[in-house]
């Protein structure tokens, strides 16, 4: 894994630099995942997931998402981006 300072390591893909940021988020907010969901117009479960990295959302999500936090979906986007700690580029094939 690749490292951030001296020793906070990088998230190593985007999916996991979402999950933290989107939880981080949510619980600066105050609300569970539930109310997240409902406000979003997503169920719970796929809050969950999205939190845990096994999802990788679409545009129209991370900005529903956005607006049930009241913050900026380029909120989001730029906390991703410092969470990876370099910019990301797709891995090539071999």
């Not at 630099?17 to 989107?22: D, E, T, V, Y």
């Not at 979003?40 to 796929?46: F, V």
Request: net charge positive; charged share 25%.
């Amino acid at each position: 894994m690749q490292r951030l300072g001296r020793d906070r390591p990088a998230i190593a893909t985007p999916e996991l630099a979402f999950a933290k940021a989107l939880r981080e988020f949510r619980k600066k907010n105050s609300i569970s995942q539930e109310e997240l969901g409902f406000e979003s117009g997503y169920h719970r479960t796929y809050i969950s997931m999205l939190e845990r990295g096994k999802m990788n959302p679409s545009l129209r999500t991370v900005l529903s998402l956005a607006t049930a936090l009241n913050i900026p979906a380029a909120e989001i986007v730029a906390r991703v981006e410092r969470l990876l700690g370099v910019p990301w580029q797709r891995p090539r094939n071999p």
